[in-house]
């Protein structure tokens, strides 16, 4: 049985793969050409010496070090934000951290919901939904970033699905896996 599932399974593999990469790629693509500011780098701006436009004219490693020697002496954003924010120079528009999160989400609701796997598919919502809500209140990125990560993201994943629904085959059970189910519940 294992020959005739081997190959569905490594396609399947495949296509998810490429689509979950297809997804960031789709994230650095818009951010390169949107350069949204993050939320964070907006309210330095506010509040310190760092223009968001400076900011974002200098290179990565220099962002970093500006954040650094900048919020080195106030006592307001917690160490371990401050490491976090200096990790994190990018821009903000869309959060691939959401697509990353809403992309597995997805597939889950697609993939194991029908199978009746309720607590993978609930824990991956759960799981899902404190990424993004954390992206907002880590300051990393505006509500329309998280929305428009989940737009990608479904995008992507329902472009996904098609292929493997395509060249693979319907993804609803097979009979054995139907029976199966219906025993469970």
Do not use: N
């Not at 396609?11 to 350069?35: C, D, P, W």
């Not at 400076?54 to 006592?75: D, I, N």
């Not at 990353?100 to 607590?119: C, E, Q, T």
């Amino acid at each position: 049985m294992l020959r005739y599932r081997l190959k569905p399974a490594l396609g399947l593999a495949a296509i998810l793969t490429a689509t979950l990469l297809i997804g960031q790629g789709m994230k650095s693509f818009i951010k390169e050409r949107v350069q949204e500011p993050r939320p964070f780098v907006v309210w330095l701006d506010k509040h310190y010496a760092i223009d968001d436009r400076a900011f974002y004219a200098m290179p990565r490693k220099a962002r970093s070090a500006a954040l650094a020697r900048e919020l080195k002496q106030q006592h307001v954003i917690p160490p371990w934000l401050q490491k976090h924010w200096r990790a994190e120079t990018g821009f903000s528009f869309p959060s691939g951290h959401t697509i990353f999160a809403a992309s597995w989400a997805l597939l889950a609701v697609g993939l194991l919901w029908p199978r009746r796997h309720r607590v993978s598919t609930v824990v991956l919502l759960i799981w899902a939904s404190g990424v993004m809500v954390s992206r907002m209140a880590l300051g990393m990125h505006w509500p329309r970033d998280v929305v428009m990560g989940v737009a990608v993201s479904w995008l992507v994943i329902t472009l996904g699905c098609w292929l493997v629904q395509r060249w693979i085959g319907a993804l609803t059970p097979t009979p054995e896996e139907a029976s199966d189910i219906r025993s469970r519940g």
